[in-house]
């Protein structure tokens, strides 16, 4: 499985957990976009590589290993909409810009967009809490 496709699951299912609690194979299909099979296939890699435990009775939970990647996902992903909401990019672009940018940017690349992010928000702190 690409590291973006584990990334985006990983993602889905810790957003779909906090607005849900258990969640089925089903609703992943439905915020994914996708067809069921396709989930079912991914869930098994996702489980083979130590991220999820996929059981019929208590639904899709995350390991410790996917919900660290899966939140480190979603702090990426803040990062960017922060900065390109601050730079004046609609929120719409800006979220859908920072989906790509969370998977693509290398960590070095990645620690100077936190400080970017860091100097912004220390000149409008209004923007500190997007962070």
């Known amino acids: 499985m690409q590291k973006e496709t584990k990334e985006n699951y990983l993602k889905a299912i810790i957003g779909l957990t906090g607005k849900k609690g258990k969640i089925r194979n089903v609703d992943l299909a439905a915020a994914l976009s996708i067809t069921k099979p396709t989930v079912t296939n991914a869930l098994h890699q996702l489980e083979d590589d130590g991220c999820i435990i996929f059981d019929r009775q208590c639904g899709i939970m995350l390991t410790d290993l996917g919900r660290s990647i899966a939140l ?20 719409e672009t800006a979220d859908r810009d920072a989906c790509a940018l969370e998977h693509c940017v290398s960590d070095e690349s990645y ?10 928000a220390a000149k409008r702190p209004e923007d500190a809490a997007l962070s």
């Not at 480190?72 to 929120?91: K, P, Q, W, Y």
């Not at 620690?111 to 912004?120: Q, T």
Request: glycine share 4%; net charge negative.
């Open 111 to 120: 620690d100077a967009f936190v400080r970017l992010r860091d100097m912004v």
């Open 72 to 91: 480190a996902t979603l702090e990426r992903h803040n990062t960017f909409m922060t900065i390109l909401t601050c730079l004046g990019v609609d929120s």
